[in-house]
């Protein structure tokens, strides 16, 4: 990323992010749609699970799946057209209790739906990235919709920083070896996957993270002003290694909770940026947890691990204790190019204090990886991902996997299972709970692994799928 720095952070903040005029008026932009599809059994998959095909892309993922009080799915998945095609088209639509698709967000060219936020109201907050005429690169828009799909507000999103996150730690094996800093310049993103943003709503407001000087916090207002910003990492040469990780989610006292996985010199260099204790767990890799107060005052950090690489896919809050889902990648076997395997871990801490008092490694089938993990009303944990697949430790997939549905405990026992088998690879991306107490999930199946498209690219397809599922 690179950003635009000066001296007045917060009032060319606020200048820099003005809403515009209402772009669209009085016309919907979320519109409806005719589609005749509705869930469907597959004939490999248990009976208590139906499905529907989305999209008709030669490869498509999901990457952002919720349901409203409503029953409806709404659903951002990025599709690939062909074997060639490396940046993919973005849709955001909306499906149904039935499965069937009834709105979707029409398409402006050049720009793509990122992520979204459901208020109260109805109304809804779209972060948006829309490219820069004649470059591949991505700026941040920001939209607020009517509950009837109307845009009431829309302005393009910059961050000039504050004196000191212009700060860049190069980090070698054992900590901070410089500190350097970077140079002055727009706030723009070289590619869709770079930016990193995972957001919630507060009321009628939201927050989210993103990564702009390092990693930040921002408050909107339901106008779209930028209500306070909060620096939680400073830029680092290391921050590509567990990208992807950022996990956002409130505690019962309206507290933020910002949370990704760290390495032991990510951690030394959190330290002397903002000259905070930070104890280290163990291992190469930790979970960091940081709990800011909705007025954008920093209360704690905590890091959460023991001596296995914990790599964070979510975490949710239930009576004063946070759950944190992570995946490792443990050694196992003694087997030639084969002698580790991904498996599950579930941790539970104390909200105050930090302490951790539970960690366990699950280790349901040969190979398990998780997508993403929800924490239900009930204070149980879930996972949703692959599993019983090989891999070898080249990083090559070997055998196709099952798609992954997996209900536990607390203590990560009492494991239940919905399992996808087939045909090919089946991946279960994102996982949501409806008002009817089913669950609603969404991923690909028919997919490849890592070499089936070696000698025929046209073998490489998969398709993108919504599914919902009864408990056993």
């Known amino acids: 990323m690179k950003v635009t720095r000066g001296f007045l952070g917060s009032l060319l903040l606020l200048l820099a992010c003005q809403p515009s005029a209402p772009e669209g008026g009085e016309r919907a932009v979320l519109v409806p749609v005719t589609d005749a599809a509705r869930w469907t059994s597959h004939e490999a998959?248990?009976?208590?699970?139906?499905?529907?095909?989305?999209?008709?892309?030669?490869?498509?993922?999901?990457?952002?799946?919720?349901?409203?009080?409503?029953?409806?799915?709404?659903?951002?998945?990025?599709?690939?057209?062909?074997?060639?095609?490396?940046?993919?088209?973005w849709a955001l639509d909306v499906y149904a209790p039935s499965g069937q698709r009834v709105l979707t967000l029409e398409r402006e060219e050049n720009v793509e739906p990122y992520r979204f936020v459901r208020h109260p109201s109805g109304e809804l907050t779209l972060f948006e990235l829309q490219r820069i005429p004649e470059t591949t690169s991505y700026r941040l828009r920001l939209r607020r919709l009517s509950p009837e799909g109307r845009v009431l507000a829309a302005r393009g999103?910059?961050?000039?920083?504050?004196?000191?996150?212009?700060?860049?730690?190069?980090?070698?094996?054992?900590?901070?070896?410089?500190?350097?800093?970077?140079?002055?310049?727009?706030?723009?993103?070289?590619?869709?996957?770079?930016?990193?943003?995972?957001?919630?709503?507060?009321g009628e407001e939201a927050a989210f993270i993103l990564w702009s000087h390092g990693v930040k916090l921002y408050r909107l207002t339901s106008g779209l002003d930028v209500a306070w910003d909060l620096q939680l990492m400073p830029g680092h040469d290391w921050m590509d290694s567990l990208a992807g990780q950022e996990q956002l989610t409130l505690d019962a006292e309206g507290n933020l909770l910002v949370a990704w996985s760290m390495h032991r010199n990510e951690a030394a260099a959190w330290r002397q940026h903002f000259g905070r204790e930070l104890a280290w767990r163990g291992g190469r890799v930790d979970v960091l947890v940081q709990r800011i107060g909705p007025d954008g005052r920093h209360h704690a950090a905590q890091l959460h691990g023991n001596e296995h690489d914990e790599q964070l896919v979510g975490m949710g809050v239930y009576r004063g204790e946070l759950l944190i889902g992570a995946t490792s990648r443990v050694p196992k076997y003694d087997r030639p190019n084969d002698t580790t395997e991904w498996d599950l871990i579930l941790m539970r801490a104390h909200m105050e204090d930090g302490t951790l008092l539970h960690h366990r490694v699950i280790d349901f089938a040969r190979e398990d990886l998780p997508y993403d993990f929800q924490v239900d009303v009930e204070g149980r944990a879930w996972f949703a991902g692959v599993t019983d697949f090989l891999q070898v430790d080249t990083n090559s997939w070997t055998e196709s996997g099952q798609g992954m549905l997996l209900r536990m405990d607390a203590q990560g026992e009492r494991v239940e299972s919905l399992l996808l088998k087939g045909p090919r690879q089946v991946i279960v991306e994102r996982l949501a709970f409806a008002p009817d107490g089913r669950v609603r999930f969404a991923g690909t199946y028919d997919g490849p692994i890592t070499h089936t498209d070696d000698k025929d690219p046209s073998l490489g397809f998969d398709h993108v799928m919504l599914g919902v599922g009864t408990w056993p």
Do not use: C, K, N
Not at 60 to 83: A, C, K, N, Y
Not at 165 to 181: H, I, K, N, Q
């Open 45 to 89: 998959w248990p009976t208590q699970t139906r499905y529907r095909q989305v999209g008709e892309s030669f490869q498509g993922t999901v990457h952002q799946l919720e349901v409203d009080e409503e029953g409806r799915s709404w659903v951002i998945r990025q599709d690939f057209m062909s074997p060639h095609d490396i940046t993919g088209r």
């Open 157 to 202: 999103f910059d961050d000039p920083g504050r004196p000191g996150e212009s700060r860049e730690y190069l980090l070698d094996e054992d900590g901070v070896a410089e500190v350097v800093e970077s140079p002055a310049q727009e706030l723009h993103w070289e590619r869709s996957r770079s930016v990193h943003l995972r957001a919630l709503a507060l």
